[in-house]
């Protein structure tokens, strides 16, 4: 986790300083500068765009009472383009730029879904009583922190047993 650090804050800003003198070498440091703001505004009107696209997405699934995990997913590496274009520099924007496009990002979106279903387990629950073949089952509210009532040895409900 340190080496991450060290990678993230320290040597990452060391490479984009080297590629924007690179850069303004080449071809002036008013391009140069002009080529960042350019990229930074195709960046963020790109990210706006996506986002929407992502939010419709979201809405459309959860209407049709499925869960949005792709959606989700695709939202979550928006908003992480949308940090790495906050930072100046070619390398963080060229890396954000790909995210914003939808084929690099279910590209990369494959293996983070399979990380997190890997490091997580979700259930999901309704708020109602189903019958099954063995009997009844009661399903929880997720969102919740009252307890069920608790049935009693006659079947009551509320009362301690």
Known sequence: ?????????????????????????????LNTIGLIIAISVVGAWLAKREGLGVLRRIQATLARGQMPNTEVADGGLILFAGALMIAPGFISDLLALLLLLPPTRAVVRAPLLRYVSRRTRVA?????????????????????????????ARGELGDAP
């Not at 986790?1 to 440091?29: K, R, S, W, Y």
């Open 124 to 152: 999901v629950v309704s708020r109602r009583t189903s019958t099954t073949r063995r009997g009844t089952t009661d399903v929880w509210d997720a969102e919740s922190w009252e307890e069920p009532p608790r049935s009693s």
């Open 1 to 29: 986790m340190a080496l991450l650090l060290v990678i993230v804050f320290l040597v990452a800003p060391l490479v984009e300083l080297a590629v924007i003198i690179q850069v303004a070498d080449a071809i002036g440091a």
